[in-house]
């Protein structure tokens, strides 16, 4: 999983909470951070001993990001979250059921969904 993140402080600490501590196993996750000057660093140290890789260094925009992350990767299945994004509790395991149940498949996508915090 490989989150692209510049200045994003405000989101940065919960989208890294909802992809880490789930417990997914054989998780491997990588931040790839555009330089930010806003404490984006700071929160992704906080939450080092859970992300596999990361970088903070300017680059050209999110797909540069992401490219620079998912060279990185070394798993079979990949993915990616925005800085500003939520990963539902089951989305992972929903996810690794789909490839281990269907091996013809190749690529899935995501639905937006919005989530409320007073439900």
Known sequence: MVTPVYNG???IEETIRSIVHHG???????????????GTVDIIRKYEKYISWWVSKRDRGVYDALNTGFAQA???IMGWLNASDLLHTSGRSVVGS????LPEIEWITGRPTRFNPNA
């Open 74 to 76: 070394t798993g079979t």
């Open 9 to 11: 402080a405000r989101y």
């Open 24 to 38: 997914y196993p054989n998780l491997e996750y990588i931040v790839v951070d555009g330089g930010s000057n806003d």
């Open 98 to 101: 789909v490839f281990a149940a």
